[in-house]
């Protein structure tokens, strides 16, 4: 009995020993190691990510062939087909929202979305509100009249016409500086150039690809480009001002510039080589 009383006082002295040592060495392991203040200076040092795995971006898919509505659903056209590659070259994936072309810049400012890719003109007004990436596609306002008309050759035969336009646009923009003109409105380009055809419009002032490609793929018949292109534009994808994202997209749009993915997407879509395109648009 006694044997036993003295082995259990001897295992539990030893026991109180280890343990003790034991509390001893985790509070050097934890001298050792940073305070609370220095783990959060760390972490607060630390470089944040900048951009987002998935993007979201605003286009109006009414404007072919730059965007519009695919037939088996989603989304097709130059701009779409750009937007991946450029989110494929820069590591991130790309959701499409489709809105009006007039509220775009308000969802921009409203931060309720990422980007925006919609044959957007880059000028001096807009960059007042919006970041523009690099200039990815060189186009022009053009004319288109009915095809029997030879009055109107330039924008001085339009004083006091009948204009169609896409609100929102340059060519809108353009049209109310004409003088005694009466500008009718649209949701879309091809309504536009539908009023046109339809003859209760004189002349509709639209971008030039845009509108050749309407004439060429039948979607709109019996009208023509006339004169020469009104303006010489660039268009460029709208990010909120002060974006983290601009230079990720500006990156990956150098990266398919420079590797001939662009030149494959210009070809699919207008069967022809790319102009050359500045890295700055030249504002007003």
């Given at each position: 009995m006694k044997l036993v009383t003295r082995m259990f006082k001897f295992t539990r002295s030893q026991f109180l020993r280890q343990f003790a040592i034991g509390l001893i060495c985790v509070f050097m392991i934890a001298a050792c190691g940073p305070s609370g203040e220095e783990a959060t200076e760390t972490t607060?040092?630390?470089?944040?990510?900048?951009?987002?795995?998935?993007?979201?971006?605003?286009?109006?898919?009414?404007f072919p062939p730059f965007e519009s509505q695919a037939e088996g659903g989603g989304y097709e056209g130059f701009d779409?087909?750009?937007?991946?590659?450029?989110?494929?070259?820069?590591?991130?994936?790309?959701e499409f929202q489709s809105l009006p072309f007039d509220g775009i810049i308000p969802a921009l400012q409203a931060g309720t979305v990422d980007?925006?890719?919609?044959?957007?003109?880059?000028?001096?007004?807009?960059?007042?509100?919006?970041?523009?990436?690099?200039?990815?596609?060189?186009?022009?306002?053009?004319?288109?009249?009915?095809?029997?008309?030879?009055?109107?050759?330039?924008?001085?035969?339009?004083?006091?016409?009948?204009?169609?336009?896409?609100?929102?646009?340059?060519?809108?923009?353009?049209?109310?500086?004409?003088?005694?003109?009466?500008v009718s409105t649209f949701d879309s380009a091809p309504l536009a150039l539908q009023e046109l055809a339809n003859g209760n419009a004189d002349a509709v002032i639209n971008d030039a690809p845009v509108t050749l490609y309407a004439i060429q793929s039948g979607n709109i018949s019996d009208i023509k480009v006339v004169g020469e292109l009104v303006t010489e534009e660039f268009y460029g994808i709208a990010l909120p001002k002060g974006s983290p994202n601009l230079e990720t997209i500006n990156s990956g749009l150098a990266t398919i510039l420079e590797d001939g993915t662009y030149d494959e997407i210009y070809q699919k879509w207008f069967g022809d080589d790319p102009p050359e395109l500045p890295e700055e648009a030249p504002l007003e």
């Open positions: 607060e040092g630390a470089s944040p990510e900048t951009t987002a795995t998935t993007l979201t971006v605003a286009t109006e898919p009414a779409i087909d750009l937007m991946n590659a450029i989110g494929e070259a820069a590591g991130f994936t790309v980007a925006a890719i919609s044959a957007m003109t880059i000028t001096a007004e807009r960059s007042q509100t919006v970041d523009f990436s690099r200039p990815y596609f060189k186009a022009g306002l053009a004319i288109a009249v009915p095809e029997a008309n030879t009055d109107i050759t330039s924008l001085e035969d339009l004083e006091s016409k009948r204009i169609a336009v896409q609100i929102g646009t340059t060519g809108a923009d353009q049209a109310a500086e004409i003088s005694g003109a009466t």
